[in-house]
């Protein structure tokens, strides 16, 4: 394999920048440090070195440490510098590197080579670039315990049932005139249902991945001129949306990010909902109607100076299942008494820190995990575990009056999939889609 180099910190002027190289001709910048004036001779692994980086193109100080595979990130012979923070300084350092025949990089490409040298599976590799990626504490904390763990144990519960299932069935496929008996059955039963019961515990944890990365949706919805869009500019402490007297202001939809108590959130202001309005206001209406589905938390607003109307029914109706927070607006100019969760005023600010208080809750309830160990998976593990899932369901549906043989061929293809969630079995595309997604020197 090539020996690889890329910075692993940002190339921009900062107080150091840090170069990683990997690969059996790693140790050949040796050519290009010295200690104490000296070309550096034996050196101790894992051990920080202060020294010089003297190369055709650059004489700079630098720290720098090695370590000898595999006892590496990547299990390879790895070396680590780092220069004074200037770019150019790093640039014209890894053309003198290229001379060595070291190559730049690809993005991901350390990561890859620790999954492909089994220093981490398929799970922990994603899970690294998780880590970087996550919005919210809750987030990196889930993260790095993949990281650590991978999905090994979970997945261990559900392979050995399929192991054990797949030992009764081959066990008969020798004997096509014999049937299961009674006692074999129920047990088959009792482990398809038990790795349902795995599966469906484990795909759950997909939605809680969706909050850690994109955040929690919040929908603001309501009458036109009930106050949605300066909420939303008290939310986010800055006239981001045009507000004014006029009913039907807002037309689209704006999206803006906040974080509330560590918890990254997607708000979203959106048109006011009402029957006598113009084709662009119309189109504006379908889309509030469709964000009010999609979000994860609603906050319904009603004017309290104004009479409850029809349209107020309505978007209670609309409502009414969903998690909403009902929320009266403009108390300083309260006419008329409304049964909601929240009395406010953003213009005097009046009860909005309780509704803070509210969303907070609202979005705990959210995102706390039932149990604190679980695992969240991603997008292309859920995918994997869906298909699984829906294979297992087929088995036990078909159970009875399925040959043998054909459910053997199911669950081996079962076990197949669980493979390729570890890694253990992957394709060149598998991981071009996982590892191009990561930064360079990553
Ligand atoms: N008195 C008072 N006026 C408010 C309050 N909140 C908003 N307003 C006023 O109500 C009017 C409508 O506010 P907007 O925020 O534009 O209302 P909206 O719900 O976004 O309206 P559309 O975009 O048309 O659907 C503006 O003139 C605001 O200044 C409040 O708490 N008290
Ligand atoms: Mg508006």
Redesign the pocket.
């Known amino acids: 394999m090539d020996t690889i180099v890329a910075p692993i910190t940002p190339l921009f002027r900062s107080s150091v920048i840090t170069i990683r190289i990997s690969g059996n001709r790693a140790f050949k910048i040796k050519e290009y440090l010295f200690v104490k004036g000296k070309p550096i001779q034996d050196i101790k692994y894992r051990y920080v070195y202060y020294g010089e980086f003297v190369s055709k193109n650059v004489n700079d100080d630098c720290l720098f440490y090695f370590f000898k595979g595999p006892n590496s990130y990547t299990g390879e012979d790895v070396v680590e510098i780092s220069f004074h923070g200037n770019p150019l300084i790093v640039q014209n350092a890894l053309q003198d590197i290229f001379k060595l025949n070291i190559r730049l990089a690809e993005p991901g490409e350390f990561t890859k080579r620790a999954f492909l040298n089994g220093k981490i599976d398929l799970v922990q590799a994603e899970a690294v670039y998780e880590l970087i990626e996550s919005k919210s504490i809750t987030g990196i904390h889930a993260s790095f315990i993949k990281l650590k763990k991978g999905l090994q144990s979970q997945l261990n519960k559900i392979k050995d049932n399929l192991i054990d299932l797949l030992s009764v069935v081959e066990a008969y496929v020798d004997f096509p005139d014999e049937d299961l008996s009674d006692y074999e059955l129920q047990y088959v039963y009792e482990k398809l249902d038990d790795v349902i019961t795995n599966l469906q515990f484990m795909i759950k944890s997909f939605d809680m991945n969706r909050y850690n990365t994109e955040g929690v949706k919040i929908a603001i919805v309501g009458k036109p001129n009930v106050g ?2 300066s909420l939303m500019n008290y939310l986010l402490r800055e006239n981001r ?3 004014s007297e006029i009913p039907g ?2 037309r689209d939809i704006i999206e803006e990010e906040i974080v509330i108590n560590g918890y990254p959130i997607k708000l979203i ?1 959106t ?2 909902i009402r029957e006598s309005a113009d084709k662009l206001e119309r189109i504006g209406i379908e889309y509030s109607k469709k964000k009010l589905d999609e979000a994860d938390i609603i906050l319904a607003i009603f004017d309290l100076s104004d009479e409850i109307d029809e349209m107020d029914e309505k978007i209670l109706k609309l409502v009414k299942d969903k998690k909403v927070i009902l929320v009266g607006n403009k108390v300083d100019m309260k006419k008329i008494d409304f049964d909601c969760d929240v009395e406010i005023s953003v213009k005097t600010g009046e009860g909005i820190e309780y509704l803070f208080e509210l969303i907070e809750d609202r979005i705990k309830s959210i995102v706390s995990l039932e149990d604190e160990g679980v695992i969240i998976i991603n997008e292309r593990q859920k995918f994997m575990f869906e298909e699984i899932l829906d294979t297992v369901i087929e088995v036990k549906s078909n159970f009875e009056n399925r040959t043998l043989d054909i459910l053997a061929v199911d669950l081996h293809y079962c076990l197949s999939k669980i493979s390729e969630i570890t890694g253990e079995i992957y394709t060149e595309d598998i991981l071009k889609n996982i590892f191009t997604k990561f930064c360079i020197g990553k």
């Open positions: 949605k869009s949306v045009i507000v202001t807002t202001d048109a006011g």
